[in-house]
């Protein structure tokens, strides 16, 4: 059910601007008015488990979003918005925040970093700079805080013990006085958070934080769950992810798809890289029994490709959230210390070297995903980088517009490579379909085919 038009207030973002950014406002069009009717309505559709990007894309055909002028600031106009946004004819606040957040970031990447070519998007520095940025205006950097953000990832599609799992964990978290971050979404990005707020309840600490940290091409079948209370939007998947490691104080990683699967190759690369062996980065690979057999297939696969030295990086801790949270607090400690040593910042990770090819956004054509090098001469983070493009490509063809559609008029990604890597794979992606963590409904059909 949806509603003919509303029209809504900032009381938070964007309430103060100047002349020139309420016209830049009003005048946005073509791809980028698009982009941001998208993310709209998956703020709107904020709780929906719903995937499917074709079904989405029926849902939201009637929706529009209109920016207008009033003598004191601006207002949206929306059209046809679902129901599910309100509550006795009123928006839900935490919506209408991440309503603006959305406005806020978009257009604020596309006019002051895209198109004003203030850094160079092909230099590994300026991207860092540029990403800097991007947080800052988003207020997601917080100088004066503690060293306790832990980022949280894992699938958005998963069984009910493990959603449970992720709440029990972050709820030792929570009890810590432990913020949490995650991708923003359902399943083990909503249960770290849940699980936090009566954490931090019951210690009575009442400004927790709950980051969600998206792009533009997830955050349409991945809606922002409703414990988010700091929504960020960044340009894309490789910007999210480094924004995640830049935040990070600790990254705990849940059992999940091939997205989880392209975090943690993502940051085990830019762990592996030689200027960064000595830099303390806590990191916990964890999971209830039920998953211990998948959670040892994930890790079985990190060795085979990446070597022992790759699962030094982390902790791999099975059915014990308290062994979870302990890790993470005396890890964050550690961090703590390394930054005032170095005299690093608490609330950036500037120290921390990420290579171009993990800063360089992969555009997962046929042609492009069948030309990834995947073999034991490349070095361990390089290889890494690689192994972490074919997931990312994955995720593209599961749940991204453009994958999809690629999909359905090509067929099926070919990822080619060592025989060893392929079969190591094929296995982890067999037990990823079997334990329907591909999507959240339905019948799953491959969108890639491994040809070992």
């Known amino acids: ?60 055909r009637d929706f529009n979003i209109e920016v207008t002028q009033e003598e004191r600031g601006i207002v949206l106009k929306l059209t046809s918005p679902p ?130 940290i998206t792009e533009p091409g997830i955050i349409a079948t991945e809606a922002p769950n409703p414990i988010v209370n700091e929504l960020v939007i960044l340009p894309d998947i490789e910007k999210r992810l480094e924004a995640f490691v830049r935040l990070a104080h600790g990254i705990v990683i849940f059992p999940g798809g091939p997205g989880t ?68 607090k005396q890890g964050t400690e550690k961090v703590r210390e390394y930054r005032r040593l170095i005299e690093d910042a608490y609330f950036y990770n500037w120290s921390l070297t990420i290579a171009e090819k993990f800063q360089t956004p992969f555009d997962p054509t046929h042609d492009n995903m069948a030309a990834i090098e995947l073999s034991y001469d490349l070095p361990q983070h390089q290889l890494a980088a690689n192994l972490r493009q074919v997931f990312s490509g994955i995720v593209a063809g599961n749940v991204k517009a453009t994958g999809i559609k690629r999909v359905e008029k090509y067929g099926p990604y070919k990822i080619h490579g060592d025989p060893k890597i392929l079969k190591g794979m094929d296995k982890l992606l067999s037990a990823m379909v079997h334990h329907g963590r591909m999507k959240i409904q339905g019948e799953y059909t491959p969108c890639y085919e491994v040809v070992i």
């Open 1 to 60: 059910m949806t509603r003919n038009i509303e029209v809504i207030h900032p009381k938070t973002h964007l309430r103060v601007l100047s002349r020139y950014e309420i016209q830049q406002l009003k005048n946005f069009s073509g791809p980028t008015h698009e982009l941001v009717r998208r993310c709209c309505y998956a703020v709107l559709s904020a709780g929906s488990q719903n995937d499917d990007y074709l079904d989405l894309e029926n849902e939201f």
């Open 83 to 212: 129901d599910s946004a309100f509550v006795d004819d009123e928006i839900i606040r935490g919506v209408r925040e991440q309503l603006f957040a959305v406005l806020r970031d978009v257009l604020y990447a596309q006019d002051s970093i895209i198109d004003a070519h203030r850094f160079d998007l092909n230099n590994g520095e300026d991207i860092t700079n540029a990403i800097f940025h991007l947080l800052r205006n988003a207020d997601a950097l917080k100088p004066e805080s503690v060293s306790n953000l832990i980022i949280c990832w894992g699938g958005h599609s998963i069984p009910r013990h493990e959603y449970q799992y992720t709440k029990d964990v972050g709820y030792q978290l929570g009890l810590r006085g432990l913020d949490i971050g995650t991708g923003c979404g359902p399943g083990a990005m909503k249960g770290p958070m849940k699980g936090a707020t009566i954490g931090h309840a019951k210690q009575h600490l009442c400004d927790g934080r709950y980051i969600g």
């Open 261 to 328: 699967a392209e975090e943690i190759l993502y940051l085990l690369g830019v762990l592996s890289h030689p200027a960064n062996q000595t830099i303390p980065f806590p990191l916990v690979i964890t999971g209830p029994e039920q998953s211990r057999e998948y959670l040892n297939d994930i890790d079985q696969f990190i060795g085979d490709t990446l070597g022992p030295e790759a699962q030094k990086r982390y902790q791999l801790i099975i059915d014990d959230p308290a062994a979870v949270a302990i890790a993470m």
